[in-house]
Structure formats: structure tokens, C-alpha cells
């Protein structure tokens, strides 16, 4: 069973910093890109941050400079490190694994972020 579940998400004032954690499971972690998406409410969900199987990272034009995405294979485990935080940052934010060669995809249950002004 294939279980990507998040955490770290919470409420943090303007400025501040939250540390994401995805734990995957059930996949061969490290033969998957990882990706952070986000969705704020009333708006589509949007590609915050992905890193390949190879480490190669890409990042939203909104985000670069402010987060950094990064994976532990031992620990099955991709972060995303969000610092500078703006009211703007607040959302769900999901974890999906895409297998390199099927291009199979899964997804977290989300986790909440929310940024107060």
C-alpha cells in the first residue's frame, strides 16, 4: 500500500519559516521525482517545488530564493523548506511521487499552511 504522508504544515506569522516533511512508503522512493504542489482556496493547485530521482531541483518563479525542496533515500523522506513566508504562501500543500519509468503517480493528503499578515 503506497502512502505519502505529510507533515510540519501550521501556522507561522509573516517572515517566519516551516520546514515540509513527505514520508513515502510502498514506492521505491528513490526511483520517483518528488514535487510539493499547493492550492489555496478558490485557486487551482500550482507547482511550488520538484526534485528528480537525480536531485535536480525546479522551482516556482514565486518561490525561488525562499524555498528550498531536498530529499533524504535513506529515508524515503522529501522536505521542503519554506523561509520568508508571506500571506500569499498560505494553502494546502501535497506531496506527489512520480515513478521515472511509468510515470505512475501518487499523492499526500495535503497539509495546511497558513500565514498570518
Known amino acids: 500500500q503506497v502512502q505519502l504522508v505529510e507533515s510540519g504544515g501550521g501556522l507561522v506569522q509573516a517572515g517566519g519559516s516551516l520546514r515540509l516533511s513527505c514520508a513515502a512508503s510502498g514506492i521505491t522512493f528513490s526511483l520517483n521525482d518528488m514535487t510539493w504542489y499547493r492550492q489555496a482556496p478558490g485557486k487551482q493547485r500550482e507547482l511550488v517545488a520538484a526534485?528528480?530521482?537525480?536531485?535536480?531541483?525546479n522551482y516556482a518563479d514565486s518561490v525561488k530564493g525562499r524555498f528550498t525542496i531536498s530529499r533524504d533515500n535513506a529515508k524515503n523522506t522529501v522536505y521542503l523548506q519554506m523561509n520568508s513566508l508571506k500571506p500569499e504562501d498560505t494553502a494546502v500543500y501535497f506531496c506527489n511521487s512520480r515513478y521515472y519509468y511509468t510515470a505512475r503517480e501518487y499523492w499526500g493528503q495535503g497539509t495546511q499552511v497558513t500565514v498570518s499578515s
Open positions: 526534485i528528480t530521482r537525480g536531485g535536480s531541483t
